[in-house]
């Protein structure tokens, strides 16, 4: 069909007299990430309280929380898309740990048993390993059949696995630094590793690459045929396959977005830390899974958002800052956590329903 | 009611084998432009593998596909709808979870912008969607609701509006009043009216002769995977179609089951009552069997 066409007037007068003013607040309540919204709202407030004398409203924490927010909610926006398209990806954080030990081996100097490549080369070579590591658990996904759940669980200890092994082969280590010695560091420090200084605290530039992902994948999600792909292959794949999506390459293409997502979080923390740990990353899928759920997205697929994701990696962040500052015994943050997610999930259907019966 | 308007569609004489199964025996049918033809048959009568067979999903093992006065051989259903050929299956290939806009261009999203900045044409799609609804004489409130939310009737007139849409010519619709209540069947009764009046030969499956001959021009008859009968409304009243459905002899059996049922106290009350009921409107429709006949 041709794209630029009008659609022709006539048939059914512009304003419909049947179409009846929904109020913008049944509209609001139509939206995904409006349960996670106002958690993070309630959270937020539960702290201001809380911790009141522990600074917890002050500029200092607020980029406290978005530090810790950023890498979350990168992590957790291309996990979204990936759920909505129906699957699952249990090997991110693994391919953080995995990526990010990539680019230190191939940077290591040869006397340390490294490579010693430069900056650029050693993130080329960093980024074909991701997209090689999002095609195998793609394809094997799709060829298998088989629940991506199960797929990507393999996955997330076969890369684990190498992200320790091959670099205790190579250099007889498991944490590697010395990244701002390597040459080409300088520019790869500056976009990634730049601290903001504003209002007299330290934001991290890692939270400008969050933004302009969140608008960039919104954007895509909810204006571009690819993003209408997303939603109706975790929909129903048969009936999107049907209508002519193309649902395996849909699917295949967001297991490569997670993949390149984990080492966009690899590169800012190896930046960050100037250098890696086998173990980095270990627990952020599960993190941002729950980032993902409790910003509204069905764990079943089809509906949700990246905005959401954004909201849920922000009650996360909140929920770790606010108990450190408020000097409880950090042994009780997973119990908190794990409250916060059954809270936000329990909020999110209780709001679902009452938007489907509108 | 007849026209002398050559078949939009013709099939003749079209077998369908599968391995030692006859799935179809010499089955031929048309529609033209502007009608409605009605398959009509029992389960098992073999109105699964016909439809498949205009789909362009199965080959037919013998003869012959006509389409606008050629003949066809279709490879896949792609090609079948890149003719205008359009099936609206049972399971409707509708996403619950979307909304009526975009399941309504899934798949064929119309688009605005080059290079990176190609986006989906949301506005033109929201607002075509409801034109389009709109001349089916359905009117969605609100494009934004989710599929999920309509009724079986509705999400039915969206999958034919669609079809329409994307420039269907023969519209082949599935068991469309299957699963619905009486008043939604009737809606659905009515879209296929619509889509008669604007010119597109529907062919129209069922297995509810009750639904089939209001809007039907043409009704053919299928049963144990052949052509019992191809009548054109004229010459077939309601009660005859609906004997011919099934088949009077086999109802006289099933009345007769039923009546020893009641008998031997397999069941009792109410039941019985109602059983008792039921076998005795058996009776009274295989009363006819007789005059039917072949056509």
Known sequence: MTSENTPQQGALPPGDERVRKVSTLSRVLGRPELAAVALAILVWVFFAVIARDNNFVSWTTTAAILNRAAPLGILAMAVALLMIAGEFDLSIGSIVGFTGMAIMVLVTPASAGGFGWGMWPALLAAAVIAVAVGLFNGTLVITTRLPSFIITLGSLYIFRGLAVAIPRMQTNRTQLGGLDQVPGFDFFGRVFGTKIDVFGARFDIAILWWLGLIVLLTWMLLRTRFGNWIYGSGGDANAARNTGVPVSRVKITLFVGTALAALLVALIQAVQFNGADSLRGTLKEFEAIIAVVVGGTLLTGGYGSVVGAMFGALIFAMVQQGIIITGVDGDWFRVFVGAVLVAGVVFNNFIRQRAARR | ?295
């Open chain 2, 1 to 295: 009611m007849t026209t002398t308007q050559a078949p939009l569609l013709e099939i003749r004489n079209i077998s369908k084998y599968f391995g030692s199964v006859i799935a179809l025996q010499d089955v031929s049918a048309f529609v033209r432009a502007g009608e409605v033809t009605c398959l009509l048959g029992d389960n098992g009568a073999g109105k699964s593998t016909l439809i498949k067979v205009l789909a362009g999903v199965h080959k037919p093992t013998e003869g012959s596909y006509f389409f606008e006065g050629t003949e066809m051989d279709f490879s896949s259903p792609r090609d079948a709808l890149d003719r205008g050929i359009a099936t609206v299956y049972q399971d409707l290939a509708m996403i619950p979870l979307m909304s009526i806009w975009r399941n309504f261009f899934l798949g064929s999203e119309p688009t605005k912008g080059f290079g990176p900045l190609r986006r989906f044409n949301a506005s033109f799609a929201r607002e075509t969607t409801r034109l389009e609804m709109g001349k089916m004489g359905i009117d969605i409130r609100d494009p934004d609701q989710s599929v999920g939310t309509l009724s079986g009737g509705e999400r039915q007139s969206v999958a034919i509006a669609r079809a329409v849409y994307f420039g269907a010519k023969v519209l082949i619709l599935d068991e469309p009043t299957a699963a619905l209540g009486v008043k939604q069947a009737g809606t659905v009764l009515k879209y296929i009216v619509q889509a008669k009046n604007r010119g597109i030969g529907v062919i129209f499956i069922t297995h509810n002769p009750h639904h089939a001959f209001p809007v039907g021009d043409h009704f053919v008859i299928l049963r144990r995977g052949q052509v019992y009968g191809d009548f054109t409304k004229d010459e077939v009243p309601l009660e005859q179609l609906v004997q011919m459905m099934a088949g009077g002899a086999d109802l006289q059996v099933l009345q007769h089951e039923l009546e020893e049922a009641i008998r031997s106290g397999q069941v009792n009350g109410d039941e019985a009552r109602d059983l008792e009921e039921v076998a005795a409107g058996f009776a009274g429709e295989s009363d006819g069997e007789g005059e039917a006949g072949k056509a």
